[in-house]
């Protein structure tokens, strides 16, 4: 069974930075194909999603986010990160981790089967 589980998130003022993690349980960075993402949900807002990245670490991210925001992954420890930089209000959001083991391809708007609960991101001005 896959679990997703995520920490970091937190009050930040405009202007800071901030590292979520990601750690995945059930299947192995190492030894899968896949894609994961970064998604976050603000107060009266869809659902946006912020990063990919795939086993190759070959890496998709949206305008919004895009020089700010950077995923990286540990394969040893089967941990997904996402630093955030440069911080604004317009973040404030719950940002929430997904996996689609044995996925075929990996980009912006990649369907994902598994998801984790979320952590709160309110970035104040």
């Known amino acids: 069974q896959v679990q997703l589980v995520e920490s970091g998130g937190g009050s930040v003022q405009a202007g800071g930075s901030l590292r979520l993690s990601c750690v995945v349980f059930?299947?192995?960075?190492?030894?899968?194909?896949?894609?994961m993402g970064w998604f976050r949900q603000g107060p009266g807002k869809g659902r946006e999603e912020v990063a990919t990245i795939n086993r190759n670490g070959d890496t998709n991210y949206p305008d919004s986010v895009k020089g700010r925001f950077t995923i990286s992954k540990d394969n040893a420890k089967n941990t997904l990160y996402l630093p955030m930089n440069s911080l604004t209000p317009e973040d404030t959001a719950m940002y929430s981790c997904?996996?689609?083991?044995?996925?075929?391809?990996?980009?912006?708007?990649?369907?994902?089967?598994?998801w984790g609960q979320g952590t709160q991101v309110p970035v104040s001005s």
């Open positions: 997904a996996a689609e083991p044995w996925a075929a391809t990996c980009s912006l708007g990649s369907h994902y089967t598994h």
């Open positions: 059930g299947y192995s960075f190492i030894y899968s194909s896949y894609c």
